[in-house]
Structures are given as C-alpha cells and as structure tokens.
C-alpha cells in the first residue's frame, strides 16, 4: 500500500486510463469492492461491504435504505470524507482512496461539493458569506468570489436574502443557501446526506425543484435519502442494506394513464 | 364519468358541452388528457333521459351536443346538494398485498422481502411521474392540487412498505 501511495502521478493516471477503457466509457464516480470497518475480531461491523458503484457524469442517483445500513458512511467515503478499510475510488478517472491528506482536503474543497441535513452554516455569516466561502478558500479574489456568491443565491432563488443571518432564514432557504455554498466552487459531483430530513414538506418541495434544475443543468449528484419524493428524482434508486448494496431501479417515465387511475379518473 | 361530476359542473350556471369540457380540463389538468372526449356527453345523454339535466338546441349553432346548452332540473339541483354533503372515499387496497406477503412467507413461494421491492420500484416510478406533473403546474392550480394529493398518497403507501420490509427483515432473521 505504501509503495502504491509513492508512486508518481504519470503511473495513476495510466492506471486510470486502463480501467476507464474497460467499460468503454467514464465514470464521474467510481468504486470497486469499497470497504469500511470499526472495531476488531468479534466486533467487527462492516458498515460498508464490498461496494462496486458507477456514477455517469450528470446523473442523479439516490441511494435509500434502513437506518444504520451504512448509507451515510458510503456517502462520507465517496466525498473523502472518511478513508475506506479497503477498495478504489475513483472521481472522475483519478484515484482519490490513496491520497494524501492536503491532496484530499483540496479536492473536497474544489471538486466536492456536500450537503447535509442540518444544513451546516456559520451562524455569524450572511447567506452570501457562507455561499462565497469556499471559493475564498480556494484563493479567489473577494470580488470575484461575490460575485459568484450572488449569481449563486439567485439561481436558488435568493437573491433578496443575500444580507440575511441563516436565524433570520426558513429551513428550507437555509438548505438552500447551503447548495449554493456547495456549487461554490463548481464541483464535479454534489453529495447530499438527507437534505431533506429536518424540513416540512413545503420546504422539501423547494429543495426538490433546486435538485431538479441541478440535474437539468447536468450536475451529477449523490443523494442518500429517506425521504420517497427525493428519491423518486433520480435516475437510478439503490437500495442498501447491512453495507451492500442489494437493488438498483431505473426510475423510467410511465404514462399519465397510471396517474388517472390514481386520482379515481378510471373510464 | 360520474354522474354527479357532471351535474356538479353544471351547478354553476347552464352551459355549452364544450364550457363544461374546459371546466374539466381545468380542474385536472394533465390528468384530463387520458379522458375520452365523448364520455361526458354520454353521460350529458344519460341524465337528460333521468330528468336531471334539460338540454336545448340553441338558435344559429349546429345541432351537435357541444353546442347545446344544458341546465340542471330541480331534481339535478337536489342530486348535486346531496352528493356534497355526501361523504365517501376510495378504500385502498392493502389487504390483497398485504395477504400476498403472508402467503409468500407460509408457502415460501417467494422471499417477502423481493415483493416489497418489485411494489416499491413500482411505487417510486408512479411517484416520480405525478411530481414532475406536480411541478410542471403552476403555483396554485387546481390540477397542481389533485397532483399533490396524489403524491401524498404514494407517499403514504411507500412508508408502509417500508414498514413490511422491517417486520418481514426481523421475521427472518428470527425464523
């Protein structure tokens, strides 16, 4: 393992380059027999088992299952958040499980972008200061990075709230604030951990309509969900249980047909 | 199309078929567009013959029955003030899935647990379509509203699946 981590950058990439002309095509996200283990011997949990996940560049997949089926600790291991025991992880066809620990903390910055359930924002902060933070830390100018901040803010539909304290905010504009925040610096994949867990369902329908136009926009995108509505937006459901991953649905259009009858408009 | 529906739209004031259509495709949006054009002034037909409805040829238009004008009879009038007040409401279908899941188990003709899937993947695909119906409407639309109460009720359906799949996980495990 160590030896691997020293090598030269040139060897990663051609090592990527095999991999990706294996399928013939690229994935954004890439992760093969994906590990993670707490504890030892008789108490070994594997929270996550063995997985293998491809996310297409401008895809919206959700991933579902029970409470404690090790869903968020995927998620935290997909953004580098946390290291994995074992496996690859791959973004966009560089190696990142084996990076160094400024490389990692560069590209969360720069190439991820997270949500998360309770939203996360600094208290003493505008929504416009949280938003251009981390382009400030990325060593942007303080004009250029507000100006992004405000583009940001209007295009989750809150250019009015701009000078506005998150207190001063409705939970569903904070979460909103916060995914302005993480296109902040424009990354390749936004990971969202229940974004949708501490709101009612007025608020989720606003963060709904913001993933949508996201995933219009091309945006790939990560979402371990509870909740039915957010899951029904992707492309693709998978449902994960103890660690593994054990269905994956393609959400395909049905007709309007199916709809009528629902609402009791049977001919 | 029910009949009270129909007389319920007329309730308003006497109308052409084709203003009662547009009543209609108003309140349901795109869910109207699966509706047979014909099917209302079938049902038009029907209650003019029960004495509820009154239809008249209007002068200088074509003999056709979207250019007839119909109005509700005193005994249309009462059938719409009793149909409001009148409660009722679909009954969902749970037990036949539910005896499904228990069949399945007893027989172990299939794992509980796949079924739960199939139905969820099923579920969720149903949902997404009426959501994006739902956020194709705009703010406020009665359609937007009929969507929504859609929504709720796969909704509602899903959770319980999720509730099959925990009791029918621990009856494994324990089994």
């Known amino acids: 393992m160590r030896a691997e981590l020293d090598q030269p950058e040139g060897h990663i990439v051609s090592e990527t380059e095999t991999i990706m002309s294996d399928t013939g095509r690229s994935s954004m996200l890439r992760a093969r027999g994906l590990r993670k283990e707490y504890g030892k011997e008789a108490g070994l949990v594997r929270a996550v088992d063995a997985v293998d996940l491809d996310v297409a560049p401008g895809e919206t997949v959700a991933v579902m299952g029970p409470s404690g089926c090790g869903k968020s600790t995927l998620l935290h291991l997909l953004g580098g958040l946390d290291r994995p025991s074992a496996g690859e992880l791959h973004l966009a066809g560089q190696r990142i499980d084996q990076m160094g620990e400024k490389a990692l903390a560069r590209l969360r910055r720069d190439a991820i972008g997270f949500v998360f359930q309770a939203f996360h924002l600094m208290d003493e902060l505008t929504a416009v200061e949280n938003v251009e933070l981390p382009a400030l830390l990325a060593g942007n100018s303080t004009r250029a990075a507000r100006r992004r901040a405000a583009g940001l803010l209007e295009r989750v539909g809150l250019a009015d709230r701009a000078r506005f304290l998150p207190s001063a905010l409705s939970g569903g504009q904070r979460q909103r604030v916060a995914i302005a925040r993480a296109l902040a610096n424009e990354p390749l994949v936004v990971l969202a951990d229940e974004p949708t867990g501490n709101l009612d369902s007025e608020a989720t329908l606003e963060v709904l309509r913001l993933f949508e136009s996201l995933h219009e926009a091309g945006q790939t995108l990560v979402i371990v969900t509870h909740d039915s509505r957010i899951a029904a937006t992707a492309d693709r459901l998978i449902s994960m249980r103890d660690g593994a991953l054990v269905d994956e649905t393609r959400l395909a259009g049905g007709t309007t047909g199916h709809l009528s009858s629902l609402a009791g408009l049977d001919a | ?175």
């Open chain 2, 1 to 175: 199309m029910q009949q009270e529906v129909v007389l319920a739209l007329l309730a308003k004031e006497p109308s052409h078929g084709y203003q009662l259509r547009a009543r209609l495709q108003q309140a349901l949006g795109p869910l109207g567009d699966a509706m047979n054009a014909g099917q209302i002034y079938v049902t038009l037909a029907r209650l003019e013959k029960s004495g509820l409805v009154t239809a008249e040829h209007s002068a200088g238009l074509p003999d056709r029955p979207d250019r007839k004008m119909y109005a509700l009879t005193a005994a249309g009038q009462q059938r719409v003030a009793g149909w409001l007040t009148e409660v009722s409401w679909p009954r969902p279908d749970l037990a036949e899935f539910h005896l499904k899941l228990v069949a399945a188990a007893a027989a172990r003709l299939a794992d509980p647990i796949a079924i739960v899937d199939a139905q969820r993947r099923e579920l969720l695909r149903r949902l997404r379509d009426a959501q994006r119906a739902a956020m194709a409407e705009p703010d406020r639309s009665d359609a937007g509203l009929l969507l929504e109460g859609i929504v709720l009720r796969l909704q509602a359906d899903l959770t319980w699946l999720e509730a099959c799949e925990r009791n029918w996980t621990s009856r494994k495990g324990t089994s």
